[in-house]
């Protein structure tokens, strides 16, 4: 089976920055698509960013111009870069591969 693990969570200031990685592993799986996800207390989970084996990437609109999601294809993993950090940043991130493989989450929290 797929295991997604997550690391790079953490506390951070307003304008920090922070990068979190996912590292996939096992069989069965199309890695084509992967990518990042949050949720925060009380909203619904958005896309953040996903990326394309071959490197095109799309992102949710309140992180455009802050966060740059990347990747190695020959690890498996992907990145998420995340600059300008601000308060409403905070939520749970969870990585996914595409269709339906999700991570157990990793935290950050922006805030002074």
């Known amino acids: 089976q797929v295991e997604l693990v997550e690391s790079g969570g953490g506390l951070v200031q307003p304008g920090g920055s922070l990068r979190l990685s996912c590292v996939a592993s096992g069989s069965n799986v199309d890695y084509n698509s992967m990518g990042w996800y949050r949720q925060a207390p009380g909203k619904q989970r958005e896309l953040v960013a996903h990326?394309?084996?071959?490197?095109?990437?799309n992102y949710g609109g309140s992180v455009k111009g802050r966060f740059t999601i990347s990747r190695d294809n020959a690890k498996n993993t992907v990145y998420l870069q995340m600059d300008n950090l601000k308060p409403e940043d905070t939520a749970v991130y969870y990585c996914?591969?595409?269709?339906?493989?999700w991570g157990k989450g990793t935290l950050v929290t922006v805030s002074s």
């Open positions: 990326i394309t084996s071959g490197g095109h990437a």
């Open positions: 996914n591969v595409y269709p339906g493989v």
